[in-house]
């Protein structure tokens, strides 16, 4: 039996049989339309793949290949669909839909007008919003080291350097720079904290002001610079308005064409209820 088992004409018989099973269970007859037919058109694109990859065309066995290779998924494409096998299948399911919203998106002018580029620009501002940009000086103060004294020291500080004395001389070891230039709000945020952050950007260009308390600590901050936040001018980033432009275009598109589907269809859904009880 073992030798039988390993003559190729016992396993054409065997493939032969799950084939004839897999038939009767899905109850395929093959597909309703049994010609594939490979234009003109399908081997130029197969041709034009092949020299995008390789940067050069195909040669004549490779494009008879490349043309198999396009029958072969045709023939097992329509089998499997013939089957079934694409139902339930969340990754086949959500591939379907995403070809679905490309054809809505194809739908969208890739070149809006420069009037239509203005008025999104105008009407979405708050978009294109430039963060305010800040450089300050600091002096570190740990309260791990100085403990209750900290406060006391905070206010000492804060006098030395009102009449000019050092940054460099006076605080703690810091593993940030001592020095920060043109730095956003949400860079110091992430550096130092929100309230550190939105702190700095109210204080006084100039002086040395403290302390300003911060996730490590205390510190003696002076702002040297500030440059409010504000929206810039047009054409300085038009490039950017046209993507977000046609990135908000392509998503009501999608939306309208959902919109209209599904108003094609009943929806019933069942009661939900509460959150489910993860506990069992």
Known sequence: MKKW????????LIIGALL??????????????????VSETTIARLAQLFAQQWQRPPTRE????????????EVLYREAIAM????????VRRRVVQKLEFLSQDLVDENPSETELRTFFTENSDRFLEPAIISFEHVYLNPDDRGDAVEGDAARTLEQLSRGADA??????FLLPNVLVERSQRELAGLFGTEFAATLGQLEVGPWIGPVLSGYGMHIVRIAAREEA???????????????YLTVARRDADELMYEDLRSRYRIDIA???????TSQ
């Open 168 to 173: 460099t001389e006076l605080g703690d070891t």
């Open 20 to 37: 004839f099973v897999i038939g009767g269970l899905f109850g395929s007859s093959g597909p309703a339309d049994a010609t594939i037919t």
């Open 271 to 277: 009661d939900i209820g509460g959150p489910a009880d």
């Open 62 to 73: 490779e494009l008879d290949s490349l043309v198999e290779q396009h029958v072969r998924e």
């Open 230 to 244: 504000h929206v810039p001018e047009f054409a300085t980033v038009r490039d950017n308005v046209r993507v977000e």
């Open 5 to 12: 088992l390993r003559e190729p004409l016992a396993h054409f």
């Open 84 to 91: 079934g096998l694409d139902r339930n299948d969340t990754i």
